[in-house]
């Protein structure tokens, strides 16, 4: 089976412009998550989309955004983008066989990644 | 809140000698541990997970994990290094829908 796919896998893009990451799950499962992961702050949660539905929300402002589609794929927007935001996004699938019943155990599988370089 | 700590950044060992890779956390309610492993410039790779049951984890790789509940620990170990090891390890714990890592400890398994 294949694993979670991110593209592109490297970008770079000058402050104020905007980016949208794409992310295609493992075949089968519903729920994606989406990670930042700096240096400075290591990894962090930016949000968690099961059955085109947003659950759950890190602590980021408004300018990063994202969806999920009926086939679970899921996009990351990142808009007026600043310096700080130079990062490698990992998105993450999971089974999530509850259906939506939140149980915890369910195990998270990671894509590769995106380099985004801003500047 | 949840959390998890990894108090070591970085783990020297040399090739054929069993390797501790420390984690301890703090959750409220039942604890969801996970550990993975990056590699340079890969995303994270799943090594094992204790949710429940025997707390001696078996993972990839010949990684395994010992949970102890009263020392509020999940320690990443292996009897015996490998060059190839040499890697990020994340320990984390699972809060709702999401994974809350710690900070990361480096594995440098020198020949």
């Known amino acids: 089976k294949a694993g979670v796919t991110q593209t592109p896998r490297y970008l770079i893009k000058t402050r104020g412009q905007q980016v949208t990451l794409s992310c295609s799950p493992i075949?089968?499962?519903?729920?994606v998550s989406w990670y930042q992961q700096t240096p400075g702050q290591g990894l962090q949660f930016l949000f968690e989309?099961?059955?085109?539905?947003?659950?759950n929300k890190g602590n980021f402002p408004g300018r990063f955004s994202g969806r999920q589609f009926s086939n679970s794929r899921s996009e990351m927007n990142v808009s007026t983008l600043e310096l700080g935001d130079s990062a490698l996004y990992l998105c993450?699938?999971?089974?999530?066989?509850?259906?939506?019943?939140?149980?915890?155990?369910?195990?998270?599988?990671f894509g590769p990644g995106t380099r985004l370089t801003v500047l | 809140a949840q959390s998890v700590a990894q108090p070591e950044d970085q783990v020297n060992v040399a090739e054929g000698n069993p390797l501790t890779v420390k984690c301890t956390y703090s959750v409220s309610g039942n604890p969801y541990l996970f550990w993975y492993v990056q590699y340079p410039n890969r995303g994270l790779q799943f090594l094992l997970k204790y949710i429940t049951g025997d707390n001696l984890v078996k993972g990839s790789y010949g990684f395994e994990a010992e949970f102890n509940k009263s020392q509020t620990s999940f320690h990443l170990k292996k009897p015996s290094a490998l060059v190839s090891d040499s890697a990020l390890y994340f320990c984390a714990v699972r809060h709702t829908d999401k994974l809350i890592f710690g900070t990361g400890t480096r594995l440098q398994v020198f020949p």
């Open positions: 075949s089968g499962h519903r729920s």
């Open positions: 993450a699938s999971s089974l999530d066989p509850s259906g939506g019943a939140f149980l915890g155990t369910d195990t998270q599988y």
């Open positions: 989309y099961f059955s085109e539905t947003q659950r």
